[in-house]
């Protein structure tokens, strides 16, 4: 079971959706705007899962994907987005991330997820 999140997304919105939900369920929630405030925290103490949104204002968020991959590979990763095209996708599970989301989706999906496996 994860112990630490981080949610990396621009959105007020998601961010203000997603945290309470897990927060209800002991998680411990960071959420950071952009890739630069991701990066501090996964270098200060990295989290054992991210929910990471691929269009962030700062950075491509497939680039910042794979750089999360190369430099923390145990960290359980999952991406959403509002519109993944093919490319992406594929990239994405080449580099490992197989939990891939589209806006809208289930939250309770999203906790099951994070429950499983890597």
Do not use: C, H, W
């Not at 997304?9 to 705007?33: E, T």
């Not at 949104?53 to 509002?82: C, H, W, Y």
């Not at 992406?88 to 490992?96: A, W």
């Amino acid at each position: 079971m994860l112990a630490r999140l981080l949610i990396i997304d621009p959105s007020y919105f998601v961010q203000s959706q997603l945290a309470p939900y897990f927060r209800k369920r002991n998680l411990y929630v960071q959420y950071a705007n952009t890739s630069q405030e991701a990066a501090a925290f996964i270098l200060k103490k990295p989290p054992e899962g991210i929910i990471l949104e691929l269009s962030l204002p700062d950075t491509d968020g497939l680039a910042f994907a794979k750089a999360i991959r190369q430099a923390r590979p145990n960290i359980k990763v999952m991406a959403i987005g509002s519109m993944i095209d093919k490319n992406t996708l594929t990239e994405l599970i080449q580099v490992g991330i197989k939990n891939i989301f589209i806006k809208p989706f289930s939250i309770e999906r999203l906790m099951e997820t994070l429950q499983e496996p890597s």
